[in-house]
């Protein structure tokens, strides 16, 4: 069963400050995805990580994927007020070929204080 | 990016009543959506697979007879809960993917409440 490990779950930060938030899954995937998620908002995609070693960036944030060691970061470059939202990664099935969903992480919950 | 639209955004039913949520994506076609569950403050959960003319893939633990999906055409995906009760209440999310490559994109949800 895969299984996918965020962490922290909860981060208080400093505006200005650079933290990083990882992600392991358990098995074998193709692809990882970054997500954020406003109060009682849906998903936003932020970013899809195709192949080992992708990195791509975005303004303040910056994903990428370790496929051998099974681990996704998100790190966050002085950050400020409007990055307060809730993180997920997810992967796609084991089974892949575009049919299956998606198993999600837990979440990073992110508070980021003036 | 591409556009995924549900209706109705929130809906309050009685007990025993049943509700359908539609998913459509509004400038591609897919060929598979997805329907996702969530709970407050908890992750998002697939619930089934849904493929235009054949019958949805469902996870383990969720009841086929009540969360009945039905995906018509290349652009709308329809989930219906049938006999609702209060432990349906959730945050109800699709998904489609434009191609191999891209990302899944996730429609605005539906929120129910079941009184």
């Known amino acids: 069963e895969l299984k996918v490990e965020q962490n922290p779950l909860f981060l208080s930060m400093q505006e200005g400050k650079n933290y990083t938030i990882y992600c392991n899954y358990s098995?074998?995937?193709?692809?990882l995805y970054w997500y954020r998620q406003d109060p009682g908002k849906s998903l936003e995609s932020l970013f899809v990580l195709l192949s080992n070693g992708a990195v791509k960036q975005e303004g303040r944030l910056m994903a990428s994927l370790d496929t051998k060691a099974r681990l996704s970061t998100l790190h966050i470059t002085a950050a400020v007020h409007d990055l307060s939202a809730t993180y997920f990664c997810a992967v796609d099935r084991p089974s892949g070929g575009g049919a299956d969903g998606l198993t999600f992480g837990k979440g990073t919950h992110l508070i980021i204080q003036p | 990016g591409a556009v995924v639209s549900q209706h109705p955004s929130w809906v309050i039913c009685k007990s025993g009543t049943s509700v359908k949520i539609e998913c459509r994506s509004l400038?591609?076609?897919?060929?598979?959506m997805f329907w996702y569950r969530q709970f407050p403050k908890q992750s998002l959960m697939l619930m089934a697979t849904s493929n235009e003319g054949s019958k949805a893939t469902y996870e383990q633990g969720v009841e086929k007879d009540k969360f009945l999906i039905n995906h018509a055409s290349l652009t709308l995906s329809t989930l219906t809960v049938t006999s609702a009760h209060p432990e349906d209440s959730s945050f109800y999310i699709c998904?489609?993917?434009?191609?191999?490559?891209?990302?899944?994109?996730f429609g605005p949800g539906t929120r129910l409440l079941v009184l």
């Open positions: 998904s489609a993917r434009q191609g191999w490559e891209e990302t899944q994109y």
């Open positions: 098995t074998t995937s193709d692809r």
């Open positions: 400038d591609f076609q897919a060929t598979t």
